[in-house]
């Protein structure tokens, strides 16, 4: 097996694990079909998936928790990916391992028990190898933090690989494991997977098992979901999540194969609320993607933003509401005590800003769910909305955090960063990240398709079909071209 390698690129570094073992570079049904052929086993899978992490993470720094020595015998016994190897993203109980969600201020203590939500999980057959990094509480968009440092974006060692589920985006990019788990509170899923180059998916609110303790909250924004490098594997993943546990107030997704056979109409906007303009590269990725929609046959037209300018405000003082409850109530936020004086300078800040705010929560809690209860009319004469996923292409790292935070910057950059994702947790409504195209400086650029809550078929069938354009960073391998061996 070869080792990983930095290539240097135009003064790029890249860091990849791809290579002639028998990961080469299949996604996971492709993975698991080889395994039920009996042409591989589920010991050399696991086995070359931890020969490459162990490669890669000195130049990502992406794992948390190595799980390598009794991986084999914790598999699943059967599952539609059965023996194809993974990460959980860390704030996911794992009976017998330590659940962090990074952060130096809670204990280093075995899980009792494993979460819901990872039994939904492990129900496909996936082979759990180790816990992925977040930043504190997975509370921004970048997997920074002093307690585990920087998780580096595989495209550039120099960028953030986007938060909060950068960790696994790095390992799924980088091609350690084909498919790993994320979750998503403001665009914990979709921020990373368009930083690397992935597909990512937030279901439906209520599709998935919930990660526990959110749905006490008076609005749950958290989803759980996947990384994945091909659309399939996505589908493939909430299919057979949904064998194990369907939500019966959903309309089940099935097995979605391929594209859907009716014509869309379809909205976009390039631009967000007032004040906040999209980079042109991200911007030309927008109109790239309607242009490919229009190929398909589908009906597209550009559209003002649509939603409530003042939308991200009200999100943004419930969102550092959550800050200040893990500072100051994390038995009941978290389920265990904190050390206060070791959480990370981000969290103290905006748990600091929800104090000076706090007397504004009753509106704005009021307004969100006046909003999640309105959204749903925003698809009464469109079946899907485009728009960026982000305001502009990955920031250097230390870019959106540093250890002396200055927060009005910070929030003033992250506002500009990620002005759109936060727009479905609140809607509970589904959304997809689709790399579909490169920035100027050679880093990735998804765009986000969202639609009706419910309508997730509906983005998996679209999907497929602009996979099968060729467009997409992994299609064709072109992931492979640019940063493999």
């Not at 526990?212 to 749950?220: R, V």
């Amino acid at each position: 097996m070869q080792g990983v390698k930095t290539l240097n690129t135009k003064s790029i570094p890249l860091v990849n694990a791809y290579c002639d073992d028998v990961l080469a570079s299949h996604d996971a049904v492709a993975l698991a079909q080889l395994i039920d052929k009996k042409e591989i086993s589920p010991q050399e899978t696991i086995s070359a998936a931890i020969e490459r992490a162990k490669k890669v993470n000195p130049h990502l720094n992406a794992i948390t928790e190595e799980m390598y020595s009794d991986a084999v015998e914790r598999m699943p016994s059967s599952g539609l990916m059965y023996g194809v190897p993974s990460f959980i993203k860390d704030n996911e109980a794992v009976k017998g391992f330590p659940t962090l969600h990074g952060s130096a201020a809670l204990k280093n203590t075995p899980a009792e028990h494993s979460s819901d939500f990872f039994r939904q999980f492990e129900s496909l057959g996936l082979a759990t190898i180790g816990k992925s990094t977040l930043p504190e509480f997975g509370l921004t968009a970048t997997t920074e933090s002093t307690f585990l440092g920087e998780t580096k974006n595989p495209w550039n060692t120099a960028f953030s690989s986007g938060g909060s589920s950068g960790g696994s985006a790095a390992l799924v990019a980088a091609g350690v494991v084909p498919i790993a788990h994320g979750n998503d509170g403001g665009g914990s899923i979709r921020i990373p997977a368009a930083c690397c180059g992935l597909v990512g998916l937030k279901p439906t609110r209520g599709r998935l098992r919930p990660m526990e303790g959110t749905d006490l909250l008076p609005i749950n924004l958290v989803n759980q979901g996947v990384l994945t490098r091909t659309v399939r594997d996505t589908a493939t993943f909430l299919y057979g999540a949904e064998l194990h546990h369907a939500n019966p107030d959903l309309p089940p997704i099935g097995h979605v194969q391929g594209e859907g056979k009716k014509p869309l109409k379809i909205a976009f906007f390039i631009n967000g609320p007032e004040h906040v303009l999209t980079d042109s590269d991200c911007g030309h990725a927008v109109r790239k993607a309607a242009s490919l929609c229009e190929s398909l046959g589908h009906d597209v037209e550009e559209i003002p933003f649509p939603f409530d300018h003042n939308l991200g405000d009200d999100f943004l003082i419930y969102w550092s509401m959550l800050a200040f409850g893990i500072h100051y109530a994390s038995k009941q936020v978290v389920g265990q005590a904190v050390d206060k004086s070791k959480l990370e300078p981000f969290t103290k800040a905006m748990s600091r800003y929800y104090l000076t705010q706090c007397y504004k929560t009753p509106g704005a809690i009021r307004r969100l769910k006046q909003f999640q209860a309105t959204y749903q009319h925003f698809f009464d004469n469109v079946d899907v909305i485009l728009s960026p996923v982000l305001g502009h292409p990955p920031p250097k790292l230390s870019y959106l955090v540093s250890k002396d935070i200055n927060l009005e910057n910070t929030l003033e950059r992250l506002r500009r960063f990620v002005p759109f994702t936060g727009i479905q947790n609140v809607s509970g409504g589904p959304a997809v990240s689709l790399p579909v195209g490169m920035s100027q400086t050679g880093l990735p650029v998804g765009v986000q398709f969202a639609s009706a809550p419910g309508n997730d078929k509906t983005l998996l069938e679209l999907a497929f079909g602009l996979e099968q354009t060729g467009a997409f960073l992994a299609g064709d391998d072109k992931i492979n071209k640019v940063v493999g061996f």
